[in-house]
Each structure stands twice: as C-alpha cells, then as structure tokens.
C-alpha cells in the first residue's frame, strides 16, 4: 500500500510568487491534513478535510494560503503572494475513519518551501 | 493554549535503555502518539495511548497518566538505527498538537 506522498519534495521561490503543493493521501484515507513547521519550531495544525469539506481551518495562518482538496482525493495548498516567513517544511497526513478523533495520522516526507 | 514538553536531546549506548518523558498542558485530549523521524523523512507513527497505562509494541512502549499531564515512550535493547527524533503529539478533536522533538542519537 502507498503512503502518502507529496510533490514537491523541495520548492525555491522568490518573495511575492506563488506556490502550489500537492498532497495524494493513502488510498481510501477520508481524512487529510495539512501541518507546517518552521525552522526551530514544533511541527504546527494547519487544516483538516473530511473528503471534500473543510472541517477544521483554525490554523491557517492568513489568507494568502488556500487549500482545497478535489473530489476528496487529493489536496493542493496554494501560498499567494509567499512571504519570507512562509519557509519551513509542509506536511500532509491521512487517516482512514469517519469520526473517530484518535485515529492514527501517516504522515509524507513534507515540501520543503524555501522564500527567498 | 498547547503546551507541550520534551527535552532536546538525549544520548545513549548502543543495547542500552532510553526514556522519553513528554509533560502536556491542553485544553482538550482524545489521545497522545509517538512518532519517530530521521531527517528529511516523514514521521513515522510508534505508539499512541488512549487511556492511563502502559502500552507495549515490541522494542517501544509507551506510557500514560492524564492526570498527570505526563508521558514516556521507553526504548529498549537500542541499535543505530534507532538515532532519529521522536515526537510526542497530543489529539484533540482531530489535530495533532506537537512537542518540539527529542534528538536521540545511538553511540556504539
């Protein structure tokens, strides 16, 4: 079974671009999050899906991030315009069950977003 | 808030025992994991605890008391590979909320 993978594995852009990542979670995973961490810090929530809704967004930092999540498949999370800042290491994760708060989260290898 | 408690580094010996104690202060708790990441890696999920008490899965085990606010993931007869860090995560309604990281490194 394939975990879950994100592409780009690395990303260099310059202040005031856009950048879009991908994530494609574990096959038949409902759940999809969205975790960030940046340098020195601890690895931090950003958003949660259940299929194709938002459920949780609390931890978005801005509203130059947006992520959706096509046909509860894969998500994409969008930076625009990024910001120096915005560097760190971009996790995804997926768990399988509907309602179910203590279901195991897999994780990616994460994006690592460089702003120069 | 979150907060969450581990210590930065630890060092151990090769065939050696090493005890990660993580203390959490949250507004809510469904249940506390332990992941293991090697550099440029994902985390990878070890263990989690539900309810107080000590959970065992091979060389790993980990341990919880709620009302204590307190954990430990026990590494036991260590090898190289074992050199990674560890994290320790409280679910609450979904989101993980993190712990900075312990780094523990395996000398032979």
């Known amino acids: 079974e394939a975990g879950v993978t994100q592409f780009p594995s690395h990303s260099v852009i310059e202040k005031g671009q856009t950048v879009t990542l991908r994530c494609d979670p574990i096959?038949?995973?409902?759940?999809l999050y969205w975790y960030r961490r940046v340098m020195g810090k601890e690895i931090k929530f950003l958003l949660h899906?259940?299929?194709?809704?938002?459920?949780?967004e609390s931890g978005m930092p801005n509203n130059r991030f947006l992520a959706e999540r096509t046909g509860g498949t894969y998500s994409t999370l969008k930076v625009q315009p990024a910001e120096l800042e915005d560097s760190g290491v971009y996790f995804c994760?997926?768990?399988?069950?509907?309602?179910?708060?203590?279901?195991?989260?897999?994780f990616g290898p994460g994006t690592r977003l460089t702003v120069l | 808030g979150q907060n969450i408690d581990q210590p930065t580094e630890m060092t151990a010996t090769e065939g050696a025992i090493v005890q990660i104690n993580c203390t959490y202060q949250?507004?809510?708790?469904?249940?506390l994991f332990w992941y293991q990441q090697h550099a440029g890696e994902a985390p990878t999920f070890l263990s989690y605890n539900v309810l107080d008490g000590l959970e065992e899965k091979g060389r790993f085990s980990s341990f919880l008391s709620r009302s204590k606010g307190y954990s430990y993931l026990l590494l036991k007869e260590l090898q190289m590979k074992d050199s990674a860090s560890y994290l320790c995560?409280?679910?609450?309604?979904?989101?993980?909320?993190f712990g900075a990281g312990t780094t523990v490194t395996v000398r032979a």
């Open positions: 899906f259940v299929k194709e809704s938002k459920q949780d």
């Open positions: 949250t507004s809510g708790f469904n249940g």
């Open positions: 096959s038949g995973h409902d759940n």
């Open positions: 995560a409280v679910q609450n309604d979904y989101k993980l909320s």
């Open positions: 994760a997926s768990s399988q069950a509907l309602f179910a708060p203590t279901d195991t989260q897999y």
